[in-house]
């Protein structure tokens, strides 16, 4: 019912910059918040950055300051601007978005398949 469908992954070299798009799609109510989140081999995921709504935004303390998240909400779309990108930052990038469907009332939340973002050094 609910799409997410992420794009701007790829390789760059260490110091360069990416940017991710994601788009929702489908039977969407209302979308509270969008974000990304990232997982690296043999490690947890984590949140990289989020957007509600309003314009509220958070970030993971390692990408404050080279990170920018920003959101179109008439296009159900979130974007993740990646400046000054390091070999840690190398993972997968799922995209979240936290929505109700018309269907129904309560909220959920729905993950993209992820994109690779591979920084070398």
């Known amino acids: 019912q609910v799409q997410l469908v992420e794009s701007g992954g790829g390789l760059v070299q260490a110091g360069g910059s990416l940017r991710l798009s994601c788009t929702a799609s489908g039977n969407i109510r209302r979308i509270y918040a969008m974000g990304w989140y990232r997982q690296a081999p043999g490690k947890q995921r984590e949140l990289v950055a989020r957007i509600t709504s309003g314009g509220s935004t958070n970030y993971a303390d390692s990408v404050k300051g080279r990170f920018t998240i920003s959101r179109d909400n008439a296009k159900n779309t979130v974007y993740l601007q990646m400046n000054s990108l390091k070999p840690e930052d190398t993972a997968v990038y799922y995209c979240?978005?936290?929505?109700?469907?018309?269907?129904?009332?309560?909220?959920?939340?729905?993950w993209g398949q992820g994109t690779q973002v591979t920084v070398s050094s």
């Open positions: 979240n978005a936290d929505l109700t469907i018309m269907t129904a009332t309560y909220r959920r939340d729905y």
